[in-house]
C-alpha cells in the first residue's frame, strides 16, 4: 500500500517547494530539508534551506519551517543534499547562485545530529562568473572506503563567448569533506550532434564489485551511463542505458534490505504511452515528466524490472526525488506539479510518498 502526503503547498508568498533530502536523526526522527523559494518558481528566484521534522518516521510531519541555511547567494540557494556520515556527522550540501551563470556548491557539517552546521566548505572551487555548476538534490554519497562523492553538472563560456553544453565532472573528499578535488575526468555528451543539452543532473552509485556508476540525464532518449573503476577519479565515455526517459532527472540507491538496486525516474517508453503528458511531444521533451516509475534491478543496473507505477497523472509532472530508507520502508520526497490551467500549474507542491519496500516485489 502506498500512501501520499502534499506535505508542502504552494501560495503567494512561497510559490514553490523542490529538491528535497532527509535524514534519519535516529529514535523515529527524520530531518526533511528543501528550497523554499519566496521570490518566484523559477530557478533565479529568491530561495533559501528549509527544514521539516517527523517524529514517527515519515508518517507525518510538524507544521513548521526551520531555517536551515539561510539564502547565501546575490540569487539564491538551493537543491540540497543531506549525508550521515560513517563517523556520525552529518554533511548539508546546497549551491548558491550568484548570477544566471555564476553558482558555487558547498558543505557544511554537524556534529550535533543537524542542530549546528559549521562554516562553509566550497566544494567546486572559488566562485567566478561564467562557471556554473549544478549538482541534484540528493546526491551525496560515501563509498566503502570511506571517500565522498559529489557529482557535478557545469556550464562554462567558451571561446566563442558562449555557453557550451554541460558537462559532468566528480568531487571527492577523503577527509570527510573537508578538503575537495575533483575528478580527472569530464564527461561530454557522446553524441553533441544530437544532444545539444549536454550530459546533466548527474548522480553516483556504488557497485557490489567497487566500480561507480555515474547516470545522467540526456536529450538522447535515456539515461547515459558511464563506470569508474578508481573510486572516481576517471571515468569511461558516457552510453545510452536500457532506462528509456526524458530530460528529465533519475535517482537511484540501493535497498539495504535486498542489496538490489532501486531506480525512480520518468519512463517514455512504449510501455506507458497512454499517461503521456502530449504523445505528440518529442520523446525528449523536458515537460514529459509522467509517469513516475520504479524499478529494481537484481544485475547492478543491466537489466530492470519489477516495474512499479507511483504516479500516473498525464497532466502531472513528477520529478527531483529524494530517495531515504527506514525499517521496512522506502520514504520519497518528489515535486509533484499539476497543471492547473493554462496560465497556472502547481509547481510548488512537494509530496513524501511511503511504502514497504516489499511492495515493489510484489
Known amino acids: 500500500m502506498i500512501k501520499r502526503v502534499n506535505l508542502l503547498l504552494p501560495s503567494k508568498k512561497n510559490p514553490r517547494n523542490s529538491e528535497g533530502s532527509m535524514v534519519d536523526l535516529g529514535n523515529r526522527k527524520l530531518l526533511f530539508a528543501y528550497t523554499l523559494f519566496t521570490g518566484g518558481a523559477n530557478d533565479q528566484a529568491a530561495s533559501y534551506i528549509a527544514g521539516r521534522y517527523s517524529i514517527d518516521a515519515g508518517e ?115 577527509d570527510d569533506g573537508l578538503s575537495w578535488e575533483r575528478s580527472k575526468t569530464v564527461l561530454v555528451s557522446p553524441d553533441p550532434v544530437n544532444d545539444c543539452d549536454g550530459l546533466q543532473e548527474p548522480g553516483v552509485v556504488e557497485l557490489k564489485t567497487g566500480k561507480l556508476l555515474m547516470w545522467m540525464r540526456s536529450s538522447l532518449g535515456s539515461q547515459l551511463f558511464s563506470y569508474s573503476s578508481d573510486k572516481g577519479i576517471t571515468w569511461t565515455a558516457p552510453v545510452p542505458s536500457v532506462i528509456i526517459s526524458p530530460l528529465s532527472p533519475m535517482s537511484l540507491k540501493r535497498i539495504p534490505a535486498t542489496n538490489d538496486l532501486l531506480a525512480i525516474y520518468n519512463d517514455s517508453s512504449p510501455r506507458y504511452a497512454y499517461v503521456r503528458h502530449d504523445p505528440g511531444n518529442n520523446p525528449s521533451d523536458i515537460g514529459e515528466r509522467t509517469p513516475l516509475i520504479a524499478a529494481i534491478s537484481k544485475d547492478e543496473g543491466k537489466t530492470w524490472g519489477n516495474h512499479t507505477v507511483l504516479e500516473d497523472d498525464p497532466q502531472g509532472r513528477f520529478c527531483y526525488t529524494s530517495i531515504l530508507f527506514i525499517y521496512r520502508k522506502v520514504i520519497l520526497s518528489y515535486t509533484a506539479e499539476k497543471q492547473l490551467s493554462e496560465t497556472s500549474s502547481g509547481w510548488g507542491n512537494m509530496r513524501v510518498t511511503l511504502f514497504d519496500y516489499r511492495y515493489l516485489y510484489a
Do not use: H
Open 60 to 174: 507525518s510531519w510538524l507544521n513548521k519551517n526551520v531555517v536551515l541555511i539561510e539564502n547565501e547567494g546575490k540569487v539564491n540557494t538551493m537543491s540540497v543534499s543531506l549525508l550521515r556520515l560513517m563517523n556520525g556527522e552529518i554533511i548539508i550540501g546546497y549551491l548558491v547562485r550568484e548570477d544566471y551563470y555564476e553558482s558555487t556548491y558547498y558543505i557544511r557539517k554537524s556534529l550535533d545530529n543537524g542542530v549546528t552546521w559549521s562554516k562553509r566548505v566550497s566544494v567546486t572551487g572559488k566562485s567566478r562568473k561564467n562557471l556554473m555548476f549544478v549538482v541534484n538534490n540528493d546526491r551525496m554519497v560515501q563509498l566503502k572506503n570511506g571517500r565522498v562523492i559529489i557529482p557535478a553538472a557545469f556550464y562554462e563560456k567558451n571561446e566563442k563567448n558562449d555557453f557550451s553544453p554541460v558537462k559532468t565532472c566528480v568531487f571527492y573528499s577523503d
